[in-house]
């Protein structure tokens, strides 16, 4: 027999473990493809039984999963386990077929269905003529990410990358399937979270768009080979993908089941990667290349993403100095190239204080309310709040002056030493304009000097245990998620607030 998901019974029937592998757009290592197929295609809706409101109009809907009720799925008939046939059917309301949480919610036009079409032929039906004219200026550093955005409909990120690699010629090149390429582009669009202030699809392909300016410079552009430009687009475009809002730190204190999985060491890194390499495999993108081909660009796209980790800024900041200082980096060499490539993608996604003021402040402003938001909720429900995250401790202004001063400067300075180019000139002209006009409106607030937070302070370098080296990426099933629970001080519970537990937060 068969259920209204049209799959038989006994199909369903896979073990509570194979569910614990396999998270909402990531699959794990260790798990066949053929058990992580079934379970994406059955895809079980657990929110629903644990408060989850998919209506709610409240910002931040999807912090909303009661720990003390998350880890009750194994008494429930809602998810199938050993006793799987004495508890009943799964019901057909409780499954969809094929579409991560994020992507259910907010699913695209782009989803229904793509017309085969030539490349062009897709992006003539996506844009407006204003549309096309900004991608015309998609290599200049003040292109206007917000514009771009609204003139596509919400659709900046996967018309943006789309473009990029067509403009390289990797579809050809790579022999990559148009369709197969739209669909994961959409899937990754549809698996950030809109209601994030900051870390949403936008961010993402305002990074992408970054990292397409440093790939023009000439040292990278007559050394990058085009499989390096392919794994820098994708890592650009995915590396903040299924960002829940929060920092690593309010995971772990959470006891969130990703905090266990990845064992507090590059936790949000860790799920961006492999987030990402569930998406390539469900999409079967690189599945017409050699097994192992494809397995080291999944490899070298962690390793990749994993450099965008802040609690490792200085080891990187480091190495990067050795080498230029011993002036030894040969972009002949591979190791070398992919070296440059992880700066690269450091130098995206933080370049926000680089740009123009207009852009600056606007991104500034995001990330202050995404903390902020972070710091309410902590209050709310007794929790230590998190450096930066305290609205009554600390003003914009402060956080911007402290981050340029030691986080973005630092970096910026070396970048502009390895590629001393006008661009790098532009970025650290920008970057001090934009600490000049922080410090304006300090002063203005009749504020003393900006209480800058020192280098060692955990606010921007200790945000995270050490992370794993991106030559042995943590296996995703290296640790079975923990069945934990959490109750509020109060021991009251506010559903649009509590932070997930869910697996497919």
């Known amino acids: 027999m068969s259920d209204r998901t049209g799959q038989p019974r006994h199909q369903q029937q896979m073990s509570a473990k194979a569910l614990c592998e396999c998270r909402r757009g990531a699959i794990s290592y260790d798990s066949s493809d053929q058990t992580a197929l079934y379970i994406r295609m059955l895809d079980v809706r657990v929110r629903s039984r644990v ?11 999807y912090l909303c999963i009661d720990f003390r009720t998350l880890h009750s799925y194994s008494d429930s008939s809602l998810i199938p386990g050993p ?24 699913s695209s036009r782009l989803l229904r269905g793509t017309p085969h079409l030539n490349p062009l032929h897709i992006l003539d039906e996506d844009y407006t003529g204003q549309a096309k004219c900004m991608l015309e200026r998609v290599a200049t550093w003040n292109f206007d990410i917000f514009l771009y955005d609204r003139l596509t409909n919400g659709n900046s990120l996967v018309t943006l990358t789309f473009h990029l690699l067509n403009q390289y010629g990797l579809l050809e090149l790579f022999q990559l399937d148009m369709v197969k390429l739209w669909r994961f582009l959409v899937m990754v669009q549809e698996d950030y979270h809109s209601l994030n202030p900051y870390h949403n699809a936008v961010h993402a392909a305002d990074v992408t768009q970054a990292m397409y300016c440093y790939l023009r410079e000439p040292k990278l552009a007559k050394s990058l080979t085009s499989c390096d430009i392919l794994l820098g687009l994708l890592a650009a475009a995915t590396h903040d993908l299924d960002h829940p809002g929060v920092n690593q730190p309010f995971l772990i204190k959470t006891n969130h089941y990703l905090a266990k999985l990845y064992r507090n060491s590059s936790v949000l890194e860790n799920h961006h990667w ?12 690189f599945s017409h290349l050699p097994a192992e081909d494809g397995l080291k660009m999944e490899h070298q796209l962690g390793s990749l993403i994993l450099a965008t980790d802040i609690s490792r800024q200085n080891e990187y900041l480091g190495k990067f100095r050795t080498h230029l200082d011993q002036d030894d980096l040969y972009l002949s060499n591979a190791s070398h190239r992919h070296f ?31 903390f902020f938001h972070q710091g309410d909720i902590e209050k709310k429900h007794r929790l230590e709040v998190s450096p930066l995250c305290d609205s009554q401790s600390n003003s914009m202004a402060n956080i911007q002056i402290g981050f340029m001063t030691y986080v973005v400067e630092p970096l910026f300075a070396e970048w502009g030493r390895f590629s001393d180019t006008r661009l790098s000139q532009t970025m650290l002209g920008h970057l001090g304009l934009n600490k000049a006009s922080w410090g304006g409106l300090v002063q203005q607030e009749g504020s003393s000097s900006p209480e800058v937070l020192e280098p060692s302070s955990p606010a921007f370098f200790t945000m995270s245990t050490p992370a794993v080296t991106e030559s042995e990426p943590e296996s995703a099933s290296a640790a079975e998620p923990i069945a934990v629970t959490t109750a509020t001080a109060t021991g009251e519970t506010n559903y649009k607030e509590i932070p997930q537990g869910s697996k497919e937060s």
Request: charged letters at 25%.
């Open 340 to 370: 440059i490539l992880q700066m690269a993608l450091k130098c995206a996604d933080i370049c926000n204080p680089c740009r123009p003021w207009e852009l600056s402040k606007q991104w500034s402003e995001k990330v202050t309310e995404e």
């Open 83 to 106: 006793g799987f046939s004495s508890a009943g059917p799964v019901s057909g309301r409780r499954l969809r077929r094929l579409l991560s949480f994020q992507r259910y919610l907010h």
């Open 51 to 61: 408060g989850f409101d998919p209506e709610g109009k409240g910002s931040y809907s």
């Open 274 to 285: 492999r987030s990402a390499v569930g998406l390539l495999r469900e999409t079967s993108l």
